[in-house]
């Protein structure tokens, strides 16, 4: 097998992320929700302790509107309310229809994640993870210099 060139470097890898976008596009709408209905209780479920909208927006790639709009359907649907913490944050819990929701929309996904997971060996998790990380740092580095270019204009 020859050298990888770039162009076919990155056309490989942007086909692999628009593959992962479309597995979870799907298991949205398999469930009925938005992208970012899905994605928002996903970060709900999936967060270690309270979240806020916030929190969702510093974990998700979706603008704060886009978020707004997902929470305040969730919320009008009763799937999530809001709680409030210290100062003047608002947590968001979930309902019992949320959890219900949940379970059927988000929890399975999780399992196909975790699936996928078992599928590779200790090495190839551990590679996986180093390299992701090698190369977004890699990619971090050279936009700041482009960043940087363009702040000085």
Not at 46 to 55: E, K, L
């Amino acid at each position: 097998m020859g050298d990888l060139t770039f162009q076919q470097f990155i056309t490989t890898a942007n086909r692999m992320n628009k593959s992962e976008d479309d597995i979870y596009r799907r298991m949205a709408r398999h469930s009925g929700l938005s992208d970012a209905a899905f994605w928002t209780l996903y970060a709900i479920e999936t967060a270690p302790g309270p979240v806020t909208q916030t929190d969702i927006c510093g974990t998700l790639m979706f603008s704060k509107q886009t978020i707004n709009s997902a929470l305040k359907q969730l919320e009008r649907e009763g799937q999530i309310r809001l709680s409030c913490g210290p100062g003047r944050k608002k947590y968001l819990q979930l309902t019992e229809a949320g959890q219900e929701l949940a379970g059927r929309a988000i929890r399975p996904a999780l399992e196909v994640e975790r699936q996928a997971f078992l599928g590779l060996s200790e090495e190839e998790r551990a590679s996986l993870l180093a390299l992701e990380q090698r190369y977004l740092t890699l990619l971090r580095r050279e936009a700041n210099k482009l960043f940087n270019i363009s702040q000085e204009e």
